[in-house]
T-cell receptor, first 111, second 118 residues
Framework: GDSVTQMEGPVTLSEEAFLTINCTYT??????LFWYVQYPGEGLQLLLK?????DKGSNKGFEATYRKETTSFHLEKGSVQVSDSAVYFC??????????FGTGTRLQVTL | GAGVSQSPRYKVAKRGQDVALRCDPI?????LFWYQQALGQGPEFLTY????????KSGLPSDRFFAERPEGSVSTLKIQRTQQEDSAVYLC????????????????FGNGTRLTVT
């Protein structure tokens, strides 16, 4: 079945550092890929998405590129801020069209 | 407009009690999902409705879990004879369109109901 594997957290960075959160997936067919973010005390929000190979999703300075050859969708940001502290979830919709989530990666950004 | 609303925000139940969790999706959204999120884990799919029809309940962990959406809007997730392993955050999400392979419109999530079974 479909599955998503994320790097374990927490990831702790200083403000303005470069961020990478790794995500790889297993799915049949051609899944769509998503990053969701959960800020403290809030619900899950869609951060960005990519629907086909080589697409790049971007939002709020975050980017992720759909790499079919490596089955990856790594999340990156060039300069993180304290306000980016949250839990980030990689997810996909495969042939079943249901969202399958990874376990989440907690990001802590300090001054 | 209003987002997905869930109530109660927190629920504490004694083992063996029945609980009912409510979800008000975004008005007009056809698709409604329930997810279960255990502590430190990602959300796990429970069930899916298209309007009032429950089209997929493959994720419900046992026959103690029951969900309904009788008029195609508000949905209720009921858990009978709660057990400690049912403790989790229960998330509701809605989407404007139907669940099809070609429809990748985003899910809109509520803030969840945190259920603690003591």
């Amino acid at each position: 079945g479909d599955s998503v594997t994320q790097m374990e957290g927490p990831v702790t960075l200083s403000e303005e550092a470069f961020l990478t959160i790794n995500c790889t997936y297993t799915a049949t067919g051609y899944p769509s890929l998503f990053w969701y973010v959960q800020y403290p005390g809030e619900g899950l929000q869609l951060l960005l998405k990519a629907t086909k190979a080589d697409d790049k999703g971007s939002n709020k300075g975050f980017e992720a590129t759909y790499r079919k050859e490596t089955t990856s969708f790594h999340l990156e940001k060039g300069s993180v801020q304290v306000s980016d502290s949250a839990v980030y979830f990689c997810a996909l919709t495969g042939t079943a069209s249901k969202l399958t989530f990874g376990t989440g990666t907690r990001l802590q950004v300090t001054l | 407009g209003a987002g997905v609303s869930q109530s109660p925000r927190y629920k504490v139940a004694k083992r063996g009690q029945d609980v009912a969790l409510r979800c008000d999706p975004i008005s007009g959204h056809v698709s409604l999902f329930w997810y279960q999120q255990a502590l430190g884990q990602g959300p796990e799919f429970l069930t899916y409705f298209q309007n009032e029809a429950q089209l997929d309940k493959s994720g419900l962990p046992s026959d103690r879990f029951f969900a309904e959406r009788p008029e195609g809007s508000v949905s209720t997730l009921k858990i009978q004879r709660t057990q400690q392993e049912d403790s989790a955050v229960y998330l509701c999400a809605s989407r404007v369109g139907r669940l099809t392979f070609l429809d990748n419109s985003p899910l809109h999530f509520g803030n969840g109901t945190r259920l603690t079974v003591t």
